[in-house]
């Protein structure tokens, strides 16, 4: 099955700074999904990228994949506080699927 | 987007009894699936839900324990059968227009089996 490693694990860092969270696949990638969970909460959807050096922004938030090193990353421009949570990257275990498997999560903490 | 609604949000249940979790969508979906997210851990996913036949269970996951339903394109549900408490977890509902489209998730329902 895929698995997907993100790092960091957790990330707390000052309220304006930059930060980059990575999501590494063992296996090729079918494409990458980028979500956010509150705790105990559902996942908001961010991004989905499907092609090998697609970007996406929204907001002060960019997502890239390079399909070669079967990777994608996060950037979140000028954290806020309201950027905090945890983000999980999921990605297809084959072409055109849409069930998931997830990274083990980046725990994000934004201190004023 | 899509809406979905989960209920029940949370529940706490007492060990050896039965729970069903309702997944409704405001829209028609080809895809509907559910996932298991166990306390501190990511998300893990239990199976999809076939519209009209049998769904289709991943690898650690049988019918038996986790019998779903999808009688149409907006809804469909999840049992967790004869619970122990190593079941509570946040159970959560996923959808998706077509392949190769964006998944949605419901707000996802928190049981505890005491």
């Given at each position: 099955s895929q698995e997907l490693e993100q790092s960091p694990q957790s990330l707390i860092v000052q309220e304006g700074k930059n930060l980059t969270i990575n999501c590494t696949s063992s296996k090729t990638l079918y494409g990458l999904y980028w979500y956010k969970q509150k705790y105990g909460e559902g996942l908001i959807f961010l991004m989905m990228l499907q092609k090998g050096g697609e970007e996406k922004s929204h907001e002060k938030i960019t997502a890239k994949l390079d399909e070669k090193k079967q990777q994608s990353s996060l950037h979140i421009t000028a954290s806020q506080p309201s950027h905090a949570g945890i983000y999980l990257c999921g990605a297809p275990?084959?072409?055109?699927?849409?069930?998931l498997f997830f990274g083990t999560g980046t725990r994000l903490t934004v201190i004023p | 987007s899509a809406v979905i609604s989960q209920k029940p949000s949370r529940d706490i249940c007492q060990r050896g009894t039965s729970l069903t979790i309702q997944c409704q969508v405001d829209s028609q979906v080809t895809m509907m699936f559910w996932y298991r997210q166990q306390p501190g851990q990511s998300l893990t996913l239990i199976a999809t839900a076939n519209q009209g036949s049998e769904a289709t269970y991943e690898s650690g996951f049988v019918i038996d324990k986790f019998p779903i339903s999808r009688p149409n394109l907006t809804f469909s549900t999840l049992t967790v059968s004869n619970m122990s408490p190593e079941d509570s977890s946040i159970y959560l509902c996923s959808v998706s227009r077509d392949s190769n489209t964006e998944a949605f998730f419901g707000q996802g329902t928190r049981l505890t089996v005491v």
């Open positions: 275990g084959r072409a055109g699927a849409n069930n | -």
